[in-house]
């Protein structure tokens, strides 16, 4: 059914359609809306679930943990600095092998004190362990959260997922979004089949020490089923498109690239506004096109190469910074390119909520065809001087 | 200098929500810090996250907005690094009590020589009106849509408890107890707190009956119990009606403290 909804509560019924046993959030700005919904849903009986009201976001994940471990489908939704504060408990999470959901309302990081988005809070969990898919728009989000369990929970992957959506861009923002049944979602997801779960009948510790002589292979098992996870996000992905339309097969997705000249490359709403301008552009007869990445973790290093083989030269539109370096996607783009020749130019835009144009897609377009990149793209002229 | 010297006058207005009572308290704790007739530049305010911790926005002198819950850990590195600065702290009782609950005991355990000025609200505000630990037993949030259900902390009795040298509750309705509240924590050495209960019409109020900010002020008024009647009512064994709170001084000891100048 076809429905006019604000972002948050899409992805909010469709994380209700995807019967989570257990919920514990803690409210922050701009993820409050989900979980406030959620509340709602488990007070009226309309989602049978436990809600847990818990002190901070380091408690919530903690939570999550234990509930996962008990055997029950599990989700929690943060952003920003409750990401930050989550940060151990992510690492647990991926170590413990605990297929935990938890949308992640992109936002930028204090300090100073933003409350608007960027990435840089979901990328900067990006060596957990977590698979990270990144969505364009409200119907992709409401998608991916179905996906997400169906492959986090599958037993030759037992990995937790974050499905991240730009704060307020599209939280906040009422799109036509097309919602699920539930016995739709049923078909699509089969019930919570935990691998192995706390049952004091065969007791079995989580998260216990390693020695030297181990802890590298735990975090090789890791690494390795990011690496089926490709293949699963895929097959997943495509049986979504045959059951409801939406394709989501291909972990990175081209935008007018077969006979593009420049492509840009991005993740999450900025790839709607930047195949508007890639629109314009066309009709001027520049060819440019986009590559759209929408898993980020495990990464997609040989698709990219694939997708961006006949480009001359690539623009990476990076909403965050690895501070002292370069965009963290720009940096694995340039080494999922490396000895193509192919020219991978590097801008950090939108943080902290700057607004990006069309005509500055066109402004980043034509300093990429001057061959000049790796940089900060938008900053007030005060600084520059 | 008057309380007026202590505003930065070109940050106001305020963020503050109409009818929002933390203006009031400002007011109060800046009345209680001209009294001191301490320098601008020996003073610093710490706060966390939250609309109390918005105030040190609002204040002529150095500042930190940390991160949620952590203001005490913040201010105890300003006092241990500097003894001879006047640390005050704004948080309220998400900040204090839920996500940064454990460096208030252990600010309070160490008796670290600050003041802090809690504003109680029962609810997080900046958020939306979501349940917070002092969000009372039946009451309406955003998170809790048919009544809390949890115990609440007792934010005054905690800090008693966890060994603070100066403990006092007020409301934003008792403005002249407050203040002399707030002055009697900036003499004190040690850790001292003042709760300040405030209004809060849009994320509490509105929700729980209480819609009209005066209906909110005149709850503060009319559910205020003074301690020493409370303990006098207990000792009697008379029944104590269930709707009250205590405000008062709670404590006011001189247990060894971190921090204090020598």
Redesign the interface.
Known sequence: MMQFMEGSLAVADAVRLCRPQVISA????PQ?HI??AL??MV??CTLDAE?I?V???FSALSACIGASAAGSRVYSATTS?GLA?MFEVCFNVAGMRLPIVMTIVNRAL??P?SIWNDQQDSISLRDSGWMQLYAEDNQEATDLHYLAYRVAEDHEILLPAMVCFDGFILSHTYEPVETLSQDQVDAYLPAFRPYQRLDAADPISFGMFASPDYYMEFRYEIDRALERAKERIARAGKEFGKQFGRDYSALVEGYQLEDAETAFVAMGSLCGTVKDAIDEMRAQGKKVGLLKIRCYRPFPGPDIAKALAGVKRVAVLDKNISLGSKGAVGLEVKDALYGSGIAVYDYIVGLGGRDLKKSDIAAIAALAEKGQGDQFYGLRQEVLR | MTFRDWYRVDRLPTIYCAGCGNGTVINCALHAVDAMAWKQEETVFVSG?GCSSRAPGYIATDSL?T???RALAFATGVKLARPDLHVVIFTGDGDLA??G?NHFIHACRRNVDMTVICMNNWI?G???G??S?TTPVGALS?????GSA?GVFDISELAVAAGANHVARWTSYHVKELTRAIQTGLETPGFSLIEALVQCPTGYGRRNRLREVSDMIEFLKTHAMLLSRYRKMVAEGKPVPADIFTVGEFVRRNRPAMGVPP
């Open positions: 803690y409210p922050i700005t409050t979980v406030e509340a709602d007070a009226n809600y009201t002190e901070s976001e600095q504060l204090s300090a004190l | 996250i907005h991160t949620h819950g839920a996500i609950g997080y900046m958020t939306g979501q349940g630990p955003t998170t809790t849509p048919y949890e």
